[in-house]
């Protein structure tokens, strides 16, 4: 994107509305007289590189990418572009709290009960909902292919994981140990406040503690001693005055306002994701199915609990102000070598030297169908990428016998990112379902969150190690 016209119709609008066709070298896409392409700082776009490629975002909006999957711009509506208050766009969405001062009691309210405890295991997921993801086609890109779905590779039954000893235990599999931290502080008696407060500074860090939901558990205490590690500091959960001292230097306080735009409001959204795949595979994209789903996921939180913190508040029209988790900037960096950790139930993403950058709670294989030993190697990269079935080579679901393609979403099974590895049908990617990351178990690849897992994999390339350990 080389030319953006700050203060005027760009050239690229003006033959949209004389129905003039653009065609991009490889997308040959064409406008209608009413659209115009948009980029993500909200200027209108004059033209579009030669290596710009057509895709559907998580959304189902119509969006151009260049060859490293970066939004150049999202096809929009001229009508709504224009129908605004003023002439730019606006870009002032995020408002400081009024009227919630940190020593307000409602300023954190508790966060609604879960359906499972903070322990849950499961050997499965309910329904096969995380099924093993397929292979994506590498294109001619650096590091990274930023693509669509592909049938999973072709086995005879005889692969590797028809080798495993029905128990799922390999009895050859060499035990590898994991990293020691040193035990976080207990968390004691702590208000939802209080315990919301340390999730976001965790999360800021890029220590994430999973879904933000006003609760303790497992995923906090291994983020803080994670955190602990690298800072060479502890961090006591309890003190609430140094956690809020912690969140003013990392950006401000938990909470921060956000404006329900019209795209919000609009979707598009599907009512409802089927269990059953051949239903799903019907589907014109796997979407979120409302707008509360959506913002969670925005900004890293529980579904229930963001609208336990707006009680009455209607996300369907636009203008409402809500409240929301403000998280910050993402983590940034280099990683050059990723730990599985099965005990932990958690990611390690560390630099060249050795450096932890990050931390994630992850689900990694389970008894029946474990992850595998040893060292693989990261080959491909997909964002938000498309899902094949296929019945012969991982599992049966339902009644579902033939060969399936799924459209790419936030809901599909494999969530918004696929990090293929060198084991076949192995992989990391993101989940429909964020609030039972590290308290259940996958199929035998590492699922994460859509937005850890997004982290990751933009730090992350072709060739970087992943090592699975004990």
Request: proline share 8%.
């Amino acid at each position: 994107m080389n030319s953006i016209f700050k203060t005027s119709v760009s050239l690229l609008t003006a033959a949209s509305v004389l129905g003039f066709a653009l065609a991009p070298a490889h997308a040959q896409t064409y406008l209608s007289n009413d659209t115009v392409l948009v980029s993500p700082e909200g200027d209108l776009l004059d033209y579009i590189p030669d290596d710009a490629r057509v895709m559907r975002d998580n959304r189902g909006r119509t969006v151009y990418v260049d060859g490293w999957g970066n939004i150049i711009a999202t096809a929009q509506s001229a009508d709504r572009y224009f129908a605004r208050g003023d002439s730019r766009p606006r870009r002032d969405r995020y408002r400081a709290v009024q009227g919630y001062p940190e020593t307000n009691p409602d300023y954190f309210p508790p966060a609604p009960e879960s359906e499972f405890g903070d322990e849950l295991t499961t050997s499965s997921v309910p329904e096969m909902r995380e099924a093993l993801p397929g292979d994506i086609e590498r294109q001619e890109l650096p590091d990274a292919d930023f693509g669509g779905s592909q049938p999973l590779p072709d086995f005879d039954g005889n692969g590797d994981n028809a080798a495993l000893p029905e128990n799922g235990v390999d009895p050859n599999a060499e035990f590898v140990p994991g990293p020691k931290f040193e035990p976080a502080i207990a968390i004691g008696k702590m208000s939802s406040a209080e315990i919301t407060a340390l999730q976001v500074f965790l999360d800021r860090e890029g220590f994430s503690p999973g879904v933000i939901d006003g609760k303790k558990g497992s995923n906090v205490t291994k983020a803080i001693e994670a955190w602990q590690s690298v800072s060479g500091e502890t961090l006591d959960p309890n003190n609430a005055d140094d956690i809020l001292e912690r969140l003013r230097l990392s950006g401000g306080m938990a909470f921060t306002t956000y404006e329900i735009t019209a795209a919000d409001a609009a979707g598009p959204y599907v009512a409802a994701i089927p269990e059953d795949y051949a239903q799903k595979a019907a589907l014109p994209h796997l979407s979120f199915t409302s707008t509360t789903e959506m913002l969670a996921e925005k900004f890293h939180m529980d579904e229930a609990y963001l609208k336990e913190i707006n009680p009455g508040v209607d996300f369907t029209i636009p203008g409402t102000i809500v409240k929301v988790i403000d998280t910050g900037v993402a983590k940034t960096g280099k990683v050059a070598k990723i730990l599985a950790d099965k005990g932990r139930k958690q990611i390690l993403a560390y630099a060249a030297d050795g450096t932890l950058i990050a931390a994630y709670p992850a689900s990694i294989g389970s008894a029946d169908t474990p992850s595998p030993s040893g060292l693989v190697t990261v080959e491909r990269i997909a964002l938000n990428p498309g899902y094949t079935y296929n019945p012969k080579i991982n599992f049966q679901q339902g009644e579902n016998n033939k060969v399936l393609t799924l459209q790419p979403g936030p809901n599909g099974p494999v969530g918004t990112v696929w990090i293929a590895l060198s084991k076949p049908t192995y992989g990391i990617h993101g989940t429909p379902e964020p609030s039972k990351i590290g308290k259940t178990q996958s199929h035998g690849c590492i699922r994460m969150t859509n937005w850890d897992a997004t982290e990751l994999a933009k730090m992350t390339s072709a060739g970087v190690t992943v090592e699975f350990v004990d």
